[in-house]
């Protein structure tokens, strides 16, 4: 896969997103749903991007399960998440996580294929 540059956005906004949530660790642990949301979001981006035949060949599944899940974590963001924003705390890192993953839905959308 040549990767074009709405490719780079992708793994971007895919990593900084992964990375918001799983510096939360040290907050909540590891099996908190937000570190782990962390985790399935890297798992995705890698079933997006590597070179596996399983998923190419599913690629078009593959697109509608990341964009699927980053969706419902902003949906679940929206009911259950704390959002009193208070710079440099964990709530803060609530808002630029959803700012990420709204990214990362508008370059999923660019690359979709017909």
Sequence with gaps: ?????RHYGILLTGL??????ISLYSDFGYLDWIVVNGFGT???LGAYFLPIPYFQQRHRSVFWALAGYIVLTI?????FGDKTFHLATT???GYYAKIAEM???AFLWSDRQM
Excluded: E, G, R
């Design 1 to 5: 896969m040549k990767l074009a540059p």
């Design 16 to 21: 900084i997103t992964a990375i918001l949530h």
């Design 42 to 44: 890297l798992a995705l």
């Design 75 to 79: 949906l679940l963001w929206i009911v």
């Design 91 to 93: 709530s803060a890192i």
């Design 103 to 105: 990214s990362l839905l």
